[in-house]
């Protein structure tokens, strides 16, 4: 044990008197986060919508027929509001559309009939956009038949002021704990081989497991100091992102989920033989890890095939599991089944790095 803390004390004092990687990784952590919730915009596509239809049908019909791809994905009928709360909740649904028992009345006869609009604001471009596309499309059903205007009741879920930059500002640090993850545990192993000091480490009077494991959790420790100050001066600081979850349970599934990319590194140290390969190699196997994971694109707007592809990243649990604490408020037994996702993939991940990079002492 004295050996194995020796290990992480002296990665720790390294990584500190590497200036120049201490100013990537602050930055990553800080400015970089704050840029992305500040500069980065996306558009709305394939939008999942879910309707309660309490009226005879026909206003309500003519409405939905203008809800069509690519914008919008083919309603889902729902036969009570709290079953379509219950798919917002769960993501399942981002956009519910109510009608009331009186809403094709109230239309003919001028009593200005009412519409309910539920919008999954955690993703808030999305949703945003999604509000405009309907709004337009009951102007134009209006002018064609010239009755009552008609109201529009909107209830924001989540992210009740659709603040963009919550959203944007907590996927990039979510991202930037992947790569930085992945490349600071390729590097502690790879700047030995570039150091020549390999055969030295090898003939260490300490367990090769225990050097492995030790040289890894000094990267996780770095990642979760980081994470911290990202989440105190940048997230609640800067843009006073609210958290109606517990953050004791998004640190612990950031732990788990810095282990996971860990397990990356520690594959990538094994076939790079320098920090430029460790770095190409890093793109190539995060990019699509980072595309799949529904950081830059919502699950449910990719082809059904990338759809499918994605349950295999280990960040799309990650990331549902970070949204659903800090914007839904979902409680520990709830996110169960990120924990599984984070923790199934990153333990099959991990092993493998670690058997691999095993085989090299």
């Not at 990039?172 to 590097?187: G, P």
Request: proline share 3%; aromatic share 14%.
């Amino acid at each position: 044990m004295r050996a194995f803390l020796a290990i992480i004390r002296k990665e720790l004092l390294e990584f500190l008197r590497s200036y120049g990687l201490f100013i990537v990784v602050l930055y990553s952590f800080t400015l970089d986060v704050y840029i992305a919730g500040n500069g980065i915009n996306l558009d709305a596509r394939n939008v999942s919508v879910g309707v309660v239809d309490y009226s005879p049908g026909f206003i309500s019909n003519k409405i939905l027929s203008d809800l069509h791809y690519p914008q919008f994905q083919e309603p889902v009928f729902f036969a009570s509001q709290e079953k379509l709360n219950l798919a917002i909740r769960n993501k399942e649904i981002m956009v519910g559309i109510v009608f009331e028992s009186d809403f094709g009345k109230r239309y003919h006869t001028g009593n200005n009939p009412v519409l309910n609009l539920l919008l999954d604001s955690t993703a808030s471009a999305q949703s945003y956009l999604a509000l405009n596309y309907i709004q337009h499309i009951l102007m134009r059903f209006q002018d064609t038949l010239s009755f009552a205007p008609i109201e529009i009741q909107i209830h924001k879920l989540f992210n009740p002021n659709t603040s963009y930059s919550h959203f944007m500002a907590l996927a990039e640090l979510l991202s930037i704990i992947t790569i930085l993850a992945v490349i600071l545990t390729a590097a502690v192993f790879v700047k030995e081989k570039e150091n020549g000091t390999w055969d030295i480490m090898l003939l260490m009077p300490t367990d090769a497991k225990a050097v492995i494991l030790a040289k890894s959790l000094s990267q996780v420790i770095i990642v979760m100091i980081g994470t911290t100050i990202c989440v105190g001066t940048v997230l609640f600081g800067i843009f006073d992102l609210p958290i109606n979850g517990s953050l004791a349970a998004f640190m612990l599934l950031t732990f788990f989920y810095a282990f996971t990319s860990a397990g990356i590194g520690l594959f990538i140290a094994s076939v790079a033989r320098n920090i430029m390969q460790v770095a190409q190699f890093s793109v190539l196997i995060m990019m699509p890890l980072l595309f799949l994971s529904g950081a830059w694109t919502p699950v449910y707007a990719m082809h059904p095939i990338l759809e499918c592809l994605s349950i295999i990243s280990p960040l799309r649990y990650y990331i549902q599991g970070s949204e659903s604490v800090f914007f839904r408020g979902t409680a520990l037994i709830d996110l169960r089944e990120y924990f599984a996702g984070v923790i199934v993939l990153g333990g099959v991940l991990f092993w493998y790095g670690f058997r691999k990079i095993g085989k090299l002492f």
